[in-house]
């Protein structure tokens, strides 16, 4: 069997391609990593200093309309800006799933891609619909059906959706990528600090059932887990090289220079 010149003279340049096209890859996924922790951290700093977030929602539905209404622009923008931290990690979720051909990453593609998405609806209520329920609610006052239809609302998108489905995929994500990385080299405390993380999320879920010191488990986590985050952007970086030799990387370099000999 003879070897074809022009397949192995494609191999190089395809694999260079290859290399750039990893190296851009790593650099993105690392770049909106740390735009979605600023974006994330940002918007609830804001909203506790203009809306006392999330505290505010343990108040009656009246008294929050209000107090949205008193600051609605600075309300609406600090909500929209968390929610395109969240939607970041569509983006984040399939970019990562790159990283490994592994079934378990698969899923974790699926999971990261969800979390994004129920987040993002749940918090787009404040700038979509909430505006118009509290402006409603300060015509018809104390009796207006506004302060009913939102606590509806935060009860489906806020509670259920964001909230407790935002918990479980968000941790499934996490565990699921901490392990699959972990697998291919990263070092052992990044994948025991994903695994950490991703439990005190999960913790969240018993908050409806007002299981002590839950609310205070669920935020240290989301603490840990945007270092776990902060933590991936330099380690992706730091090891693209070592990405870029992987299986995919290799099928891809194979399929370029199969091309180019056609």
Known sequence: MTSN???????????????RTTSTSVGATAVLLIAAVVLMNAGLS??????????????????????????????????TLLALGAALFVPIAILIGRLDNSAWMRRAVWLGVAAGLVQVVGLLRWPLLVPALADRAAREGETSSATSTFESL????????GEMGGYLLTAAWTAIVAYCLLRRGFPRWFGAL???????????LLTPLHVPATQQINFFGY????????????????????????????????????????
């Open 5 to 19: 010149p022009s397949v192995s003279g494609a191999v190089a340049p395809a694999s260079a391609r290859t290399a």
């Open 46 to 79: 804001g909203l506790g200093s203009v809306f006392d977030y999330p505290d505010v929602l343990s108040r009656p539905a009246a008294e929050v309309l209000a107090m949205f209404r008193a600051d609605q622009t600075g309300v609406v923008t600090w909500f």
């Open 154 to 161: 935060n009860r489906l998108l806020g509670t259920a959706l």
């Open 194 to 204: 994903g695994a950490v993380s991703a439990l005190a999320i999960l913790t969240g």
């Open 223 to 262: 603490i840990l887990w945007s270092c776990w985050l902060l933590a991936l952007a330099p380690l992706l970086l730091l090891r693209s090289r070592a990405i870029a030799g992987t299986p995919i990387a290799r099928t891809k370099v194979r399929a370029d220079a199969l091309d180019e000999s056609m």
